[in-house]
T-cell receptor, first 111, second 114 residues
Framework: EDKVVQSPLSLVVHEGDTVTLNCSYEVTNFRSLLWYKQEKKAPTFLFMLTSSGIEKKSGRLSSILDKKELFSILNITATQTGDSAVYLCAVEETSGSRLTFGEGTQLTVNP | DAGVTQSPTHLIKTRGQQVTLRCSPKSGHDTVSWYQQALGQGPQFIFQYYEEEERQRGNFPDRFSGHQFPNYSSELNVNALLLGDSALYLC?????????????FGEGSRLTVL
């Protein structure tokens, strides 16, 4: 059975801090790993990673995948209160767009 | 460009009842997937519809069924509701030919079973 494990499950930081969120996975037919941000209800897409060692970057957020060690990290630099959310990691199988999600990391950024 | 829309946003049912949730995909999308998200958990895949057929199914009992209409909209039906069915039900749409895991999610339907 496919499995995605995220750590930490919750994290509280101050504005300006840098955070690293972790995601490890076990999946039979790996196609891609995705990160989503969920502030209230609808998860919104952040990154999709398919190749090892290639960093994806968007503003203060960046992510990288290690397919040998089966994990990914999501970095957020100079955190802001608007970064407070649940960050979800998911893996996609080669069979299609079915996603297996981890439990998520609840990030709280205090002013 | 309308995103994914779901209805109703909130509903309360009692055990044993039946519920129907509705989803309209993002304009131009042809594939709809449904996820169940319990409080404090990540979303769990229920099933996916494409060309009006169920294409993939997660580990959910037959009480969970669905339908896709010719206009690509979809319904999720849950029969014989249990307390454990209380959750946020998320609909996500995508375009099959693009073959990407990037899904567009709706705001969800919050179901409470008493």
């Amino acid at each position: 059975e496919d499995k995605v494990v995220q750590s930490p499950l919750s994290l509280v930081v101050h504005e300006g801090d840098t955070v690293t969120l972790n995601c490890s996975y076990e999946v039979t037919n790996f196609r891609s790993l995705l990160w989503y941000k969920q502030e209230k209800k609808a998860p919104t897409f952040l990154f999709m990673l398919t190749s090892s060692g290639i960093e994806k970057k968007s503003g203060r957020l960046s992510s990288i995948l290690d397919k040998k060690e089966l994990f990914s990290i999501l970095n957020i630099t100079a955190t802001q209160t608007g970064d407070s959310a649940v960050y979800l990691c998911a893996v996609e199988e080669t069979s299609g767009s079915r996603l297996t999600f981890g439990e998520g990391t609840q990030l709280t950024v205090n002013p | 460009d309308a995103g994914v829309t779901q209805s109703p946003t909130h509903l309360i049912k009692t055990r044993g009842q039946q519920v129907t949730l509705r989803c309209s995909p993002k304009s131009g999308h042809d594939t709809v997937s449904w996820y169940q998200q319990a409080l404090g958990q990540g979303p769990q895949f229920i099933f996916q519809y494409y060309e009006e057929e169920e294409r993939q199914r997660g580990n959910f009992p037959d009480r969970f069924s669905g339908h896709q209409f010719p206009n690509y909209s979809s319904e999720l039906n849950v029969n014989a509701l249990l307390l454990g069915d209380s959750a946020l039900y998320l609909c996500a749409s995508s375009l099959k030919r693009v073959r990407t895991g990037e899904l567009f999610f709706g705001e969800g339907s919050r179901l409470t079973v008493l």
